[in-house]
């Protein structure tokens, strides 16, 4: 595992440590920008997926020539394309799990919002070699 210094958690560090805590919103979403802008080298035509844990992820800023090369996936996603690729056996019974233990997790899906190509290319990266159900979302 690697842990990369950004510019963004060095600034929240620093006013953190003045005594301004006030809540950073999309800290970590601002980060892993930062990260994929300056030191992830995509090739032509490739794109990085960005998980989100972010309610609101509608609202996350993304500069707009970065825009068409992340791919921002919630954790409903993320469960649901491991589901479907048969990695585990229930998205559902993993938020029951959740909400049992006192968090309320999103359950907002972006990734339906792309086409069935980018879908199966995401479920490939999380180590499917096919969809169970030929790219079709779960029901």
Not at 15 to 20: I, K, P, R, S
Not at 29 to 57: F, M, N, Q, T
Not at 100 to 125: N, W
Request: net charge negative.
């Amino acid at each position: 595992m690697h842990i990369a210094p950004t510019n963004a958690f060095a600034a929240f560090a620093r006013d953190y440590e003045a005594g301004l805590t006030e809540r950073e919103p999309d800290l970590g979403e601002r980060s892993a920008i930062e990260y994929a802008r300056h030191h992830v080298h995509l090739g032509p035509g490739e794109r990085a997926v960005l998980l989100s844990e972010d309610r609101k992820v509608t609202g996350l800023r993304i500069a707009r020539e970065e825009s068409p090369r992340a791919i921002i996936i919630t954790m409903r996603d993320f469960l649901l394309t491991l589901e479907r690729i048969g990695r585990i056996n229930s998205a559902d019974a993993i938020y029951d799990a959740v909400v049992e233990a006192g968090r309320t997790p999103s359950r907002r899906e972006l990734l339906d919002q792309h086409d069935p190509m980018l879908r199966d290319a995401v479920a490939r990266l999380l180590g499917g070699t096919e969809p169970r159900d030929g790219g079709q979302p779960p029901a």
